[in-house]
Nanobody, 123 residues
Framework: QVQLVESGGTLVQAGGSLRLSCAGSGRTFSGYTMGWFRQAPGKEREFVIAITQSGFRTYYADSVKGRFTISRDNAKNTVYLQMNSLKPEDTAVYYC????????????????WGQGTQVTVSS
């Protein structure tokens, strides 16, 4: 069992930067692909970015490529989402999740989810 808790969400101006953290407890998530998803009110949950167990491969949604980066520290059971050049369209609740494998862009491939943290980007 893996428990995940996101933190760092806040109000930020367009063009600004923000760093989200996802802290794990219980079972270490070193053996999992870690991903971030986001969901705006009334919209589908959207894949954002993911990193494999080894940390050698990352996967990005087209909407965030070149702006967002993901990193992990397995020794600390923590994954980070660095968001730069933020846009109003990035406004959403951001969720951290752990996957056992397969296509990391699909939410149904993730077994564990955090509670989410709100990111609001103003114009």
């Amino acid at each position: 069992q893996v428990q995940l808790v996101e933190s760092g969400g806040t109000l930020v101006q367009a063009g600004g930067s923000l760093r989200l953290s996802c802290a794990g407890s219980g079972r270490t998530f070193s053996g999992y692909t870690m991903g971030w998803f986001r969901q705006a009110p009334g919209k589908e949950r959207e894949f954002v970015i993911a990193i494999t167990q080894s940390g050698f491969r990352t996967y990005y949604a087209d909407s965030v490529k070149g702006r967002f980066t993901i990193s992990r520290d397995n020794a600390k059971n923590t994954v980070y989402l660095q968001m730069n050049s933020l846009k109003p369209e990035d406004t959403a609740v951001y969720y951290c999740a752990a996957s056992g494998g397969a296509d990391p862009s699909k939410p149904y491939n993730y077994a564990y989810w955090g509670q989410g943290t709100q990111v609001t980007v103003s114009s």
